[in-house]
């Protein structure tokens, strides 16, 4: 099993543009998440999704979109990049909601916006 | 005033020392309390779970939760060079199964 994996590792974007960061787990696992790690700041909760076609907004939603086609894809969407979005992102999932709930996370991706 | 705080640290501690770390919270709905291991570059990997008060060991590491000071704990004993990270507490209530409130991590280096 590769677990999470996420795409690209690095990425400079200049204001404005946009781009997809993609995430993928081969675990079969229900529930993924995207955050965003500042430096000091800790994780925040940008995006979750329960199953395929559901998604809700989490702490940081503003300037991100979401989608989930199948259970094992959970693509980030920044339409309009802005320098305050520079940060890790991480990408991660679990297998169930209650309980424990372990979430496993991908590498990230290092995202700079200029 | 943020939901849960933790010292940045950076903490330097010789090895074989036993490393305290630690975070407090606001939120008294807080059930569930996580800790996490993220080496550079890396993503995060869960460590320790313990629900509700109480300790919790495994192996070289010991979880604390005092509810009632809204305080809690990691123990490391004999602390190696491979322990130095940045560990991260996490922590959620039952409510909101899908929402996990983080500490900003604490930097640990363990000199051999």
């Known amino acids: 099993n590769a677990g999470v994996t996420q795409t690209p590792k690095f990425r400079i974007l200049k204001i404005g543009q946009s781009m997809t960061l993609q995430c993928a787990q081969d675990?079969?696992?229900?529930?993924m998440y995207w955050y965003r790690q500042d430096p000091g700041m800790g994780l925040k909760l940008i995006y979750y999704?329960?199953?395929?076609?559901?998604?809700d907004k989490g702490e940081v939603p503003n300037g991100y979109n979401v989608s989930r086609s199948t259970t094992e894809d959970f693509p980030l969407r920044l339409e309009l990049a802005a320098p305050s979005q520079t940060s890790v992102y991480f990408c991660?999932?679990?297998?169930?909601?209650?309980?424990?709930?372990?979430?496993?996370f991908g590498p990230g991706t290092r995202l700079t916006v200029l | 005033q943020k939901e849960v705080e933790q010292d940045p640290g950076p903490l330097s501690v010789p090895e074989g020392a036993i490393v305290s770390l630690n975070c407090t919270y606001s939120?008294?709905?807080?059930?569930?309390f996580m800790w996490y291991r993220q080496y550079s570059r890396k993503g995060p990997e869960l460590l320790m779970y313990?629900?509700?008060?109480g300790n919790k060991e495994d192996g070289r590491f010991t979880a604390q939760v005092d509810k009632s000071s809204k305080y809690i704990s990691l123990f490391i004993r004999d602390s190696q060079p491979s322990d130095s990270a940045t560990y991260l507490c996490?922590?959620?209530?039952?409510?909101?199964?899908?929402?996990?409130?983080f500490g900003s991590g604490t930097k640990l280096n363990v000199k051999p």
């Open positions: 991660a999932s679990s297998l169930e909601a209650g309980g424990n709930n372990e979430q496993f």
């Open positions: 675990m079969n696992h229900n529930y």
């Open positions: 999704s329960v199953g395929a076609g559901i998604t």
């Open positions: 939120n008294s709905a807080f059930q569930y």
């Open positions: 313990t629900y509700s008060s």
């Open positions: 996490a922590m959620r209530d039952l409510a909101n199964f899908n929402k996990f409130y």
